[in-house]
């Protein structure tokens, strides 16, 4: 907080009051007028002030105890134990803070249903009673340490996943860019190789249309090509995506390439199905009792909860097969305990399957002699019960039909079993066939885990893509198997071992291949280790003999601060190489990496160096390596996004996806930070900047770092919550104030400087801020108290105060001037 070192200013005075007689108490509610009312109202010895240098009517301002100032105040919010971080929070005449709706989407906090339906009518009260709205909430005001502690229910706390009141429509076009060029130089010659991928696009009412083409010169040789172009568009109505144009299938069973055409796909953002599902559900017996909730001895939530019955929701848990001990600790210093069986975790449940899925067109993207098939596939998945989902699926193309199930089911805890299916019709090349897999994920004791699959192929089983190749009798896997061990240890580390083989219809297609990696980190170091036999069957009618391959490495990882120092080797069975690598931060936006590397051979070396920079607008990064003696490559690559709208044109260091937002301030401030849910961006010249990515039907947080904010800029809160919908371009606005600071060394018209402790009032009698020292006064925000008034004497007769400021300051926190104050 920028004027923290002043914010105390206030109430400093009260803290030599030895002989003050206070009985304010702080009410349960701290919203409205009732509360203030009900106040009892502290008494000040007069004389005692007066002796101490202090003003007699900072009584009256304080007489209803320590508080905030009248109007915008940052305050440190404490919810429920919680450090949420720095807020702008509205307080009224008599320092009561104003909750709003803007506050509760900083905090997490639900708004009353009584001001939700009010929000759209002209008299809607803008500040409500958040401890009347939730019976049980305590309210506690520090202003000498500027925090605001919030103890509510559970129930008060917006846990939901569902979307709800997200914002639509935005208007704007961009333009994606990665170029990239390579130069390489060896003995006799070079070479070089330019690429450019754009990708373009236009954001309206919720619709949007991409397409992206890729460009390049190789030596002179110059080819184009446009990889996709389509139109989406999400209906929230049927929670379905609609694209139309060159698109990828999604969400089928069945193997396909790209498409030309249409396709209905969930929209998965909308079903709200993200949390973890687990609750606990205790009693506590004293306000402000603190419930802890362990998962294999470790903490996995800690909070803060008012008397009564508590349910906290969406416990985050680190598995669903390991109970849970949940410890209340109350006021007095009595705990009590509690455990939750894993067999109620609700997370071990299947979550509901997504819904239909419908696409039709032609293929593309394939070479074939014949015409490229019309084809309609439909999808479909219901949740049978609550451990076992089926989904189904159906595709009919020219001279081709096939369907498939799916079936995924947990019998028990820690067993996971699937099953899919497909059956081919080919009436091109007059084949049928079948293909079979099953699998299973199984989590043992002692923290062991095992998964097995196995797939079989009947001989006539073809996909579409198969069918407009030339037929091969002998051609694909007739089966594959694969399985996997892993186990954990904190001593001995992690260990895994894989094994999969292949079976062809041909003798020369089988093969095999195992793994076995292990890890381990300790205090100053991690170790890494992995080995892998492949084996191939030899081809006897064809006489050559595929060789067993193996490869091993194993590397060695130090951190050093923010620096990684990692050397490592790798032997293929045919050369050996050894290697160095160092990466890390040149600065706070940009990071370097450098690497050797040796061989066998004394001409076999290697040497690379790289750095990658966040330029604010766009991103560079830049490398060089050199092999051997003589063959040398340079390379540089450029990426990012340009983004039109309504108000300009702003870059991006950032690719800019499907939902974006464009920020803005009230002022042209240049330079500002902002946290995105991509990365950090910088406002332009024009004090615009685009948050390249958000993810739709959720709220993203876009936050300001305080610290790139000029000395003279403070903003009214530096955090903003929104909850786009897909597709949509919304538009942030953060209001910034421009503050003047002084610090004064003011005279009254008798030449003396002011007392310490005076106190300094505006036109309606008001209290602005109190001299700190004889002759010294600071005041927080000049043009919020143009005129300002001091006692002169003992009859209340005033002086004004009059100085001036350097109006080209910016960079100084406060202006140190001299100031007189001249009589009425």
């Not at 409500?128 to 202003?143: E, H, M, Q, R």
């Not at 070479?367 to 479909?380: C, E, G, H």
């Not at 003011?746 to 007392?755: A, E, I, M, R, T």
Request: charged fraction near 20%; proline fraction near 5%; glycine fraction near 8%.
């Amino acid at each position: 907080m920028k004027n923290g070192i002043f914010a105390g200013v206030y109430i400093y005075p009260l803290m030599a009051f030895s002989s003050c007689s206070f009985a304010a108490q702080v009410p349960a509610s701290l919203s409205g007028s009732e509360s203030a009312q009900s106040m009892d109202i502290a008494s000040f010895d007069i004389t005692t002030l007066k002796n101490r240098g202090l003003s007699p009517e900072v009584a009256e301002y304080f007489a209803h105890g320590s508080r905030f100032a009248p109007g915008i105040q940052k305050v440190n919010l404490i919810l429920n134990g919680t450090e949420k971080g720095e807020v702008s929070l509205l307080f009224n005449a008599s320092g009561e803070p104003c909750f709003d709706k803007e506050f509760n989407e900083f905090s997490g906090l639900k708004t009353p249903d009584s001001v939700i339906s009010k929000e759209d009518k002209p008299d809607a009260p803008v500040c409500y009673d958040y401890a009347a709205s939730w019976p049980g909430s305590i309210v506690k005001l520090k202003p000498g340490q500027e925090k605001l502690e919030l103890i509510v229910p559970q129930d008060a706390l917006d846990n939901s996943i569902k979307p709800k009141n997200y914002q639509t429509g935005g208007t704007g076009a961009l333009l994606n860019y990665n170029m990239f060029t390579s130069q390489s130089h060896y003995n006799g010659g070079s070479t070089q190789y330019d690429q450019g991928t754009f990708e373009a696009g236009v954001n309206v009412a919720d619709w949007l249309a991409r397409s992206q083409f890729i460009v390049s010169d190789s030596d002179g040789e110059q080819d184009s090509s446009v990889l996709y172009g389509y139109v989406q568009h999400t209906f929230a109505g049927l929670e379905k995506v609609m694209q139309a144009g060159a698109i990828n299938v999604q969400n089928t069973p069945f193997s396909l390439s790209g498409l030309n055409g249409v396709q209905l796909t969930p929209e998965t953002a909308l079903t709200g199905e993200t949390g973890s599902g687990i609750t606990v559900t205790g009693i506590a017996r004293s306000d402000q009792a603190r419930v802890e909730v362990r998962q294999n001895g470790v903490l996995i939530m800690s909070t803060l909860v008012p008397a009564g019955t508590f349910t906290l929701r969406d416990v985050p848990v680190a598995n669903a097969n390991t109970d849970l001990l949940v410890n209340i600790k109350e006021t007095d210093g009595s705990s009590s305990q509690f455990t939750v069986p894993a067999a109620n975790l609700a997370g071990a449940r299947l979550r509901p399957p997504e819904g239909w899925s419908l696409a039709a067109g032609t293929l593309r993207d394939i070479d074939t002699r014949y015409s490229k098939p019309w084809l309609v596939t439909a999808t479909n998945s219901w949740q049978v019960a609550s451990n076992l989902n089926l989904n189904i699926g159906a595709m009919t193309a020219q001279k081709y039909q096939s369907v498939a199930a799916n079936v995924n089911v947990i019998p028990f805890q820690d067993l996971s079993l699937y099953a899919n299916t497909q059956s081919a019709w080919d009436q091109r090349n007059d084949h049928m066939g079948h293909q079979f897999e099953i699998g299973s994920n199984y989590r043992l004791p002692w923290n062991l885990s095992v998964s097995l699959s196995g797939t079989h192929n009947t001989s006539g089983f073809r996909t579409l893509v198969d069918t407009l190749q030339d037929d091969d009798e002998t051609a694909g896997i007739k089966n594959s198997y694969s399985a996997s061990l892993g186990w954990s240890n904190s001593m001995l580390g992690s260990l895994a071992v894989s094994l999969s083989q292949s079976e062809g219809f041909g003798d020369d297609s089988d093969s095999r291949q195992s793994m076995l990696t292990w890890g381990k980190t300790f205090k100053y170091a991690s170790v890494n280790a992995s080995w892998q036999h492949a084996l191939n069957t030899p081809d006897e009618d064809e006489g050559n003999d595929y060789r067993d391959a193996d490869t091993f490495y194993v590397s060695i990882s130090v951190p050093f601060g923010g620096h990684s120092i990692q050397s490592y080797m790798r032997d293929d069975g045919e050369k050996t190489r050894y290697g160095m690598q160092a990466n890390g931060p040149l600065t706070k936006n940009s990071t370097y990496s450098i690497t050797a590397e040796k061989g066998d051979q004394e001409s076999d070396k290697y040497v690379a160096a790289g750095v990658s920079t966040n330029m604010h607008y766009t991103s560079l990064s830049l490398n060089a390596s050199k092999s051997g003696s003589d063959f040398k490559n340079y390379s540089a690559n450029m990426s990012g996004g340009i983004v039109a709208h309504p108000h300009g044109v702003t870059l991006s260091p950032y690719q800019v996806q499907d939902t974006f937002s464009v920020i803005s301030f009230n002022d042209n401030v240049p330079g500002i930070e902002i946290s995105t849910p991509q990365g950090p961006v910088w406002t332009d010249f024009w004090g615009q900047a685009v948050s390249a990515s958000a993810t739709p039907y959720r709220v993203n947080t876009l936050e300001i770092n305080t610290e790139t904010l000029p000395k003279n800029i403070d903003v009214n809160n530096g955090i903003k919550k929104l909850t786009p919908g897909h597709g949509s371009v919304t538009s942030v606005n953060f209001g910034v104030i421009k503050v003047r600071r002084a610090m004064l060394t003011l005279h009254l018209p008798d030449g003396k400087p002011v007392p310490k402790g005076d106190v300094l009032v505006d036109a309606k009698n008001q209290y602005v801020t109190t001299a700190v020292d004889d002759g010294l006064v600071f005041i927080s925000d000049v043009d919020a108290t143009p005129d300002i008034y001091a006692t002169v004497d003992q009859q209340g007769h005033r002086c004004r105060v009059q100085f001036s400021l350097d109006e080209k300051d910016t960079e100084s926190f406060y202006q140190k001037v001299n100031a007189t104050c001249k009589p009425e």
